[in-house]
């Protein structure tokens, strides 16, 4: 099983600032790497996944790099509604099965 | 609109076996697994496992052998997961989540708490 290691574990940002998460493979596995966005009492959502390519509907600030066991979600203007936990995920498309982060809290400053 | 709708909060003694339901709407259910995910408090998610509703076959994740069944209605368009021999570390939020891609999640039910206790 890969396992996911996220840094910080909270990182505090001001309104307009970019903000910097990482997320770190046990092992290389290529880009099969998604970015979920929860906030307390609700279901993640999906913001980034093949490492940089954003979901439906995710603004353009956000935005996704690397491969190999080294990620990046970049947020480059934040904006107060970002704040939450941030995971990453590594997934397999076969045989199926997937190993999420420990998870990076945003706050806003 | 894509929508998942799950059951309610449940309380559960430990050794007890909860059933979890996930309906679905605005796609073709056979189009796209279902999986599901287990989230304890303050944790990252856990994948559990996940049905394909075409053939109702399922694949389980190792942590997870023995002790989850995911099954699928194509009657009604739903999803289920039971989960068996429950204790304490198994309150969690469980989520059905699905997807276009294979293990890429757009699509989340709004998540089922468990609470296990005696």
């Known amino acids: 099983e890969i396992v996911m290691t996220q840094s910080p574990a909270t990182l505090s940002v001001s309104p307009g600032e970019r903000a910097t998460l990482s997320c770190r493979a046990s092992q290389s596995f290529g880009s099969n790497l998604a970015w979920y966005q929860q906030k307390p009492g609700q279901a993640p959502r999906l913001l980034i996944y093949?490492?940089?390519t954003r979901a439906t509907g995710i603004p353009a600030r956000f935005s996704g790099s690397g491969s190999g066991t080294e990620f990046t979600l970049t947020i480059s203007s934040l904006q107060s509604e970002d704040f939450g936990v941030y995971y990453c995920q590594q997934y397999n498309t076969w045989p199926p099965g997937c190993s999420f982060g420990q998870g990076t809290k945003l706050e806003i400053k | 609109e894509v929508q998942l709708v799950q059951s309610g909060s449940e309380m559960k003694k430990p050794g007890a076996t909860v059933k979890i339901s996930c309906k679905v709407s605005?796609?073709?259910?056979?189009?796209?697994?279902i999986h599901w995910v287990q989230q304890a408090p303050g944790k990252g998610p856990e994948w559990m496992g996940l049905v394909d509703p075409e053939d109702v076959e399922s694949i389980y994740a190792e942590k997870f052998q023995g002790r989850v069944t995911i099954t699928a209605d194509t009657s009604t368009d739903t999803a289920y997961m039971d989960l068996s021999s429950l204790r304490s570390e198994d309150t969690a939020v469980y989520y059905c989540?699905?997807?276009?891609?294979?293990?890429?999640?757009?699509?989340w039910g709004q998540g089922t708490l468990v609470t296990v206790s005696s």
């Open positions: 093949g490492a940089s």
């Open positions: 605005g796609y073709t259910f056979t189009d796209y697994y």
């Open positions: 989540a699905t997807g276009v891609v294979i293990g890429v999640y757009d699509s």
